[in-house]
């Protein structure tokens, strides 16, 4: 049976309408786990919402409605989402679905029962929109004397009776997990950033609320609700069966990844380990911590007016130039930037005139001149090897490159191959062998199409829709990676490529924020 691979994005907080980050988010594990798939592995994902809290509670006063209408409302939105940007997950899991309360009132009582939680009294500064405790040696001074979260969040001072789990207690094996498993953390950047925020000491954590009653209730503990990171977290257990450790727990955990952004590292890297510590549950393998995405280098945020709503720069760009630039653009663990022009000079340059170009010239030559029936063998030259080479070669590091989760490297390479066929092309020139040399020309071309069915399969995780449609052209598919045994069984049965539609339109620029 193939080897199975768990992985999950954060879920998100649905108190609003999904951003470009929450997209960003989506479309990197979407890449990771449809690339898993393509190498064999029994691929699980999980997406979701993050559905309990005071920032959903007071969102949902704000707006004159309960917390859990505010939650199927915007839950929509980000599931929408996830199904227009053509996000392949196995769960979209809700924090407000009945099998969570099970898992999270589970792993509660396994943190009962290694005694790690009491209850005392709570008083310290906490940020609604980080939905975090922090201490007063964290906080610097905002405008007007009001004090700011290390995310530049305003914090407020809270008081209350509430259950504490003994995070002081684990200060040691965090350090020693991060030593024994240096990949726990990337990239190295979060790494250094946690280890040196938990050799600073760990003060135990607060863990249950009663000035609010949205969230899941602490088991024998009335009036108490579970602090919102504590079910949040749970969901990655939660989506494969937990408390039940024998079904699908026991093939997929512990997740090989956790895709987040970097500003929930502390919650992924300290917390979580330790819950799962305390409730003797493995850890995850990988906890990967994503930059930032920026409106043309400025944070996005409501006041200032600059947010924008992924489906309309998808639907402005096509799904896939969203995705590409993304990915492409963004070296992945840093932050970076969009804009229109930057999407569309991207898309233009790399899809539509190199790849697609190179498909559309091709695969049309093919379709008027040779009746659409696949190229004969014809007369070889060492260019033709050469050029399959390359593309050989580019599919083994581009593998290498994703698996590491280099992921921008992975399509650099990728598009140098892109690069040498249409270089292979100009040289070749079929177009001129038509009369003077048809035997080399079908060599050509042969080679062409087998090119380009590797380049369209190995870029399948990123481009899924416009892979699929150019690879339909062919007959082809983006799971079979049986290389070139494809190309002499369509050649036998006579396969004919009608003559194509263009699948990288060239982009024109529009304005997302008009
Ligand atoms: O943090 N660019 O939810 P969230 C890139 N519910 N990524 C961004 C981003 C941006 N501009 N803004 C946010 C939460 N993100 C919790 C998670 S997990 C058990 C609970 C990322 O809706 C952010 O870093 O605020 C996080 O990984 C995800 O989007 C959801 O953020």
Redesign the pocket.
Known sequence: MADPYYIT?????PNGKP????A??MIAADAIARFQRQQGRDVRFMTGT?EHGLKMAQTARARDMSARQLADEMSAHFSDMARDLNISYDRFIRTSDTDHYAASQAIWQAMVDRGDLYLDRYEGWYSVRDEAFYEEKELSEGEGGVKLSPQGTPVEWTAEETWFFRLSNYQDRLLELYDAQPDFIRPERSRNEIVSFVKGGLTDLSVSRTSFDWGVPVPGSPGHVMYV?VD??T??LTGIGYPDLDGELARYWPANLHL?????TR??TVYWPAFLMSAGIELPRQVFA?????NRGEK?SKSTGNVVDPIELANLYGVDALRYFLLREVNFGSDGSFSDEAIVTRANADLANSFGNLAQRTLAFIAKNLDGALPQPGRSDPADAELLAVVAATAAEFRTAFDELAIGQALEAWMRAVFACNQYIDVQAPWALRKSDPDRMHAVLGTLVRAIRDLAIIIWPVIPASAERLLAQIDEKPLNMAGSAWYDVKAAQGYRIDPPTGVFPRLELKDSAA
């Open positions: 994005t954060a879920i998100h907080y951003h470009i980050g929450h960003y988010e993050d990171w949040a977290l969901n990655y987040i952004g970097k500003d929930i919650f992924h994503h930059g930032f995405i920026l996005m």
